[in-house]
């Protein structure tokens, strides 16, 4: 654990909560991709199998506990509480060019090959993805309410606080891992359209 890691872990929270406020406040899910949403529950789902295996410690269970149960209800919310305000004709991505590359690539480009790693190596290439579903939806409309900027902005910035956590990590524990390196830079290069427009709009 470090500062960047730690940081990188609230923003991503923060990111989760604000969404999650903004649908339960206004009670729509306006502007809100569900696809991407569908998604970001695949990848956390795939990445914390290990969670009944793999004791790392209170805090890394509390988080991955955390993160599976918020995509699940933001997920619920757009598809069944709140699905007559899910604008389902603008999020109109298809899914299958994501997830037949992604997960040909899990089975391709791997640390070992048994399912947990495969799994896992799926869930980080997807998750470097799992945003554009969401930014293809904010090019089709042409706007974004100022709370879904928000969420964007936070899910940026946990992105480029981790890319510093890989670094510190390198420079202080000689640790690398390639896969998720480079899953996070492409990741964080997605956003930089979009963090531009954030900060001159």
């Keep these: ?3 960047f890691r730690i940081l990188g872990d609230i923003s ?4 989760i909560i604000i969404l999650l406020m903004k649908i339960l406040k206004s009670k729509s899910c306006a502007g809100i991709s569900g696809k991407s949403q569908i998604l970001f529950a695949l990848v956390f789902t ?3 199998l290990d ?3 793999n004791f790392i410690s209170v805090y890394n269970t509390v988080m991955k506990v955390i993160f599976l149960i918020c995509a699940y209800v933001t997920v619920y919310m757009i598809y069944v509480k709140f699905r007559k305000t899910f604008d389902s004709e603008n999020d109109s991505f298809r899914l299958e060019f994501l997830l037949v590359p992604v997960t040909g690539l899990s089975f391709l480009e791997n640390h070992s090959f048994t399912p947990l790693e495969i799994l896992w190596t799926f869930s980080i290439y997807l998750e470097s993805v799992a945003i554009l579903p969401q930014l293809f939806m904010i090019s089709k409309t042409g706007e974004a309410e100022t709370i879904t900027t928000h969420y964007l902005f ?3 910035l946990y992105r480029a606080l981790y ?4 670094v510190w990590r390198y420079h202080t524990e000689n640790f690398y891992d390639q896969i998720a390196v480079v899953s996070g830079v492409v990741q964080t ?5 979009f963090f ?3 900060v001159t709009k």
């Design 51 to 53: 969670l009944f295996t």
């Design 189 to 193: 290069i997605f956003y930089c359209d």
């Design 196 to 198: 531009y427009l954030y």
């Design 46 to 48: 795939t990445r914390y």
């Design 1 to 3: 654990m470090n500062i």
């Design 163 to 166: 890319i510093a956590n890989w």
């Design 154 to 156: 936070f899910l940026g």
């Design 12 to 15: 991503h929270l923060l990111a």
